[in-house]
């Protein structure tokens, strides 16, 4: 027990105070943040331009402000952008349940109805590429068209603290470990060149980190979201679906983003040079341009407007 204590006191030792909410994105530009309770949950959230419905979904770890690179282009290119803290992550709500995939999914169409929205394109990065996929398998008549950017749904390989984080006792432990320096660490392994993270990108990542509940929250994620559920299950999606891929992701294997293309019947495959698993973050030029062609004219190999089409 007295290691235990050991472990826990240097834990907290090593804490940063975050920075101040004024600091926080999207301070500093022209976007603006809502809040809004769906499903029971407190969502924090940006709803900006018009157009066509564009719903963007971050992944395990993350918040609104990894789609920082991608809002103001999409935007100008005339249409709408939805981008929100998921349940667990950034400044919403963090209950102790509540991760699983369908509750996910119920999520993602629960917040489109309170928006108005009837079918939407969802771009989604890693955890929630698996959740666009999950939504368009469950509700066809929601998704206008699908970005997977490095997503899961055949398995992760997340950092060794987040495996531990699924144990009982050891747990709580593990995610008591939620210092800046290790907050920039699994940020920096994300990137194919680590030295383009700033400081200010793990002042960002870390802000939410040091909520109280966040680690009850992340326990709660790596206990019931199953990052495997996509095998098997894609081959009657008709949705048009773009699959992007960093080139050298350590977190999800490149061989994952061709089974994405080979499982799903209409559906581009391209490769993001010079860029780890957050390649919208890292690459931002290249996937703003392959994302803006899909919106604009679909898939190379099926051509359509996805923004258009009707179902």
């Not at 793990?202 to 790596?222: I, K």
Request: proline fraction near 5%; charged fraction near 20%.
């Amino acid at each position: 027990m007295r290691w235990l204590l050991s472990v826990i006191a240097f834990a907290c030792a090593c804490r940063a105070a975050p920075i101040a909410a004024s600091q926080r994105y999207p301070a500093g530009t022209s976007f603006r943040e809502q809040y809004r309770t769906i499903d029971g949950t407190r969502l924090r959230l940006i709803d900006s331009g018009n157009g066509t419905p564009v719903v963007f979904i971050h992944g395990i770890g993350a918040s609104l402000y990894s789609w920082r690179r991608q809002l103001e282009p999409v935007v100008s290119a005339g249409y709408r952008v939805i981008v929100f803290d998921n349940r667990g992550f950034g400044f919403s709500d963090k209950p102790a349940h509540g991760y699983h995939n369908a509750e996910y999914a119920h999520l993602v169409v629960s917040l489109l109805d309170s928006l108005g929205i009837s079918a939407a394109v969802l771009v989604g990065h890693s955890m929630g590429g698996a959740i666009a996929a999950e939504v368009a398998l469950a509700h066809p008549d929601r998704v206008r068209g699908l970005v997977l950017i490095d997503a899961a749904g055949y398995g992760i390989r997340v950092p060794g603290v987040f495996k531990l984080a699924r144990v009982p006792i050891l747990g709580a432990v593990a995610t008591a470990f939620r210092s800046r320096w290790i907050t920039g660490r699994i940020v920096r392994s994300t990137f194919a060149d680590p030295a383009k993270v700033t400081e200010a990108d793990v002042d960002q990542y870390y802000a939410p980190v040091a909520d109280p509940n966040y680690g009850r929250a992340l326990r709660g994620v790596l206990r019931e979201f199953r990052f495997d559920s996509l095998g098997g299950r894609l081959g009657s999606l008709q949705t048009p679906t773009l699959v992007l891929w960093g080139d050298a992701d350590r977190w999800i294997s490149i061989g994952d983003g061709s089974r994405f293309a080979r499982e799903l019947p209409r559906s581009e495959f391209v490769v993001v040079s010079h860029a780890g698993h957050d390649a919208m973050e890292e690459s931002p030029d290249q996937v703003n341009r392959f994302l803006l062609e899909f919106l604009k004219e679909g898939l190379s190999r099926i051509p359509e407007n996805v923004a258009l089409s009707t179902r």
